[in-house]
């Protein structure tokens, strides 16, 4: 269990901060970006779930998600070269396992896509998309650096096909699709 007892260290007001694993990087480094996305996922999911407009079972699964990803940003934060006294936490395969039972489970009485959706519908299922899309910045932020645990990478691309199908499951009946613009002039 981890335990706070000082909020205000002032040890970043140098522009630097430290890794799980003690080193001080700067607070530019990819490693910073990367977990600072993934806690901005989080908030997005914290407003989300905070809207009171989901259902039971979607609020369950979003709250584990929310867990998970202190666990992911906690695993990105530390270098896979890292020497530790303890074991650092990692994502495991099972993590990764669970997203893709979710997303079988809720797309499965989807109705079929005929195009591309968009953001929208509902303002749950806008916010559903919004953490998609932060999600997907975090795995590209994660792909940048040189060592990261793959299986980090792995949740967050399943958690964003998650979000997705989330998104659609609570647009229904109101889902919104793009329809391509027509060529200037063929209006």
């Known amino acids: 269990m981890v335990h706070l007892t000082g909020i205000t260290t002032k040890t970043g007001d140098g522009g630097r901060t430290r890794l799980a694993d003690g080193s001080s990087v700067p607070k530019t480094d990819p490693r910073v970006d990367a977990y600072g996305t993934v806690d901005e996922a989080n908030s997005v999911l914290g407003v989300l779930l905070s809207s009171g407009?989901?259902?039971v079972d979607i609020a369950d699964l979003l709250a584990q998600v929310q867990n998970d990803l202190f666990d992911v940003g906690a695993d990105l934060a530390t270098p896979l070269s890292a020497e530790r006294a303890h074991p650092p936490l990692r994502?495991?395969?099972k993590q990764v396992a669970a997203l893709e039972q979710a997303i079988a489970a809720y797309n499965?009485?989807?109705p079929e896509l005929p195009s591309f959706v968009l953001p929208g519908g509902n303002q749950p299922a806008a916010l559903a998309q919004l953490a998609r899309a932060v999600v997907r910045r975090a795995?590209?932020?994660?792909?940048?650096?040189e060592d990261a645990n793959t299986e980090a990478i792995k949740y967050l691309n399943r958690l964003s096909d998650l979000l997705f199908v989330l998104g659609r499951v609570l647009a229904q009946p109101h889902e919104v699709l793009w329809r391509p613009s027509q060529a200037e002039g063929s209006h």
Do not use: C, S, T
């Not at 795995?139 to 650096?145: G, S």
């Open 139 to 145: 795995e590209r932020a994660a792909w940048a650096l």
């Open 53 to 55: 407009e989901l259902p």
């Open 108 to 110: 499965a009485d989807l």
């Open 91 to 93: 994502i495991k395969p």
